[in-house]
């Protein structure tokens, strides 16, 4: 009695995993959002916080890679429209 639910579970278990399928390829992306994103993470301020991250403690480390996402966000969107490249909407992040 057992090994008859005990193979209708397995099955069971087994058609609900449907059938696995590769993941679609990422769009290519933009050559001049790649640039820019590139130069947000080369500019000298990124690059010391980068630096000032490997070491530092872990108790001031949240504070630093807050200061260094900030740095390259900013960055990157002035890069941007310097090079007339619409982004997408959103909503400016809370700074604190």
């Known amino acids: 009695m057992i090994r008859p639910l005990l193979t209708a579970s ?19 992306e933009n050559p001049e ?3 820019c994103r590139e130069e947000a993470r ?3 301020i990124a690059r010391d916080l980068r630096a000032r991250l490997m ?5 001031g480390r949240a504070e630093i890679e807050r200061e260094q996402a ?5 960055a990157f969107n002035d890069c941007l429209r310097r090079r007339g ?10 700074r604190r």
């Open 10 to 28: 397995l099955l069971l278990l087994a058609a609900c995993g449907g059938p696995r399928t590769a993941a679609a390829p990422a769009a290519p």
């Open 33 to 35: 959002i790649a640039a």
């Open 42 to 44: 080369n500019q000298p």
């Open 55 to 59: 070491t530092t403690h872990a108790a």
């Open 70 to 74: 900030e740095a390259e966000s900013r």
């Open 85 to 94: 490249v619409r982004r997408g909407g959103g909503v400016e992040a809370l």
